[in-house]
C-alpha cells in the first residue's frame, strides 16, 4: 500500500506563481509515471502534466509555457512549478502515481487533492 500527500496549495492573485509537492510513501519499490490532474467546480478532472521515472515529460497545451513538472527520485516527489497564474487556473489539484510496491506488482494512487485559487 502507498499513500500520496500533496501541499501548497493557496490562494494568489492574477499572474503570480505556487509550487505544489506530492510526496509519495508506503510499501514502494519504485515509483514509475507521476500526473497532476486538476478539477474545477462543475467540471471533470482532467490531466495537466505527466513525468515518467526517466524525466520525461508531457503538457497539455494549456498550461505549456507556464508549468514545469519535475521530480525527485530519491525522494518520491514530483513538483508541479506554477508560473503566470490566471483565474482558470482554479481547481484542485490531485496527483497520480503509477507504483510498483515491494511485491512487485503496480498500482495507481491518488493524493487527497489541494485547491489553488487565483483571484483576479
Known amino acids: 500500500q502507498a499513500q500520496l500527500v500533496e501541499s501548497g496549495g493557496g490562494l494568489v492573485q492574477a499572474g503570480g506563481s505556487l509550487r505544489l509537492s506530492c510526496v509519495a510513501s508506503?510499501?514502494?519499490?519504485?515509483?514509475?509515471?507521476m500526473r497532476w490532474y486538476r478539477q474545477a467546480p462543475g467540471k471533470q478532472r482532467e490531466l495537466v502534466a505527466t513525468?515518467?521515472?526517466?524525466?520525461?515529460?508531457n503538457y497539455v497545451d494549456f498550461v505549456k509555457g507556464r508549468f514545469t513538472i519535475s521530480r525527485d527520485n530519491a525522494k518520491n516527489t514530483v513538483y508541479l512549478q506554477m508560473n503566470g497564474l490566471k483565474p482558470e487556473d482554479t481547481a484542485v489539484y490531485y496527483c497520480?502515481?503509477?507504483?510498483?510496491?515491494?511485491?512487485?506488482?503496480?498500482?495507481?494512487?491518488w493524493g487527497q487533492g489541494t485547491q489553488v485559487t487565483v483571484s483576479s
Open positions: 497520480n502515481a503509477e507504483v510498483l510496491n515491494t511485491g512487485r506488482r503496480q498500482y495507481s494512487y
Open positions: 508506503g510499501s514502494i519499490f519504485r515509483v514509475e509515471d
Open positions: 513525468i515518467t521515472s526517466g524525466g520525461s515529460t
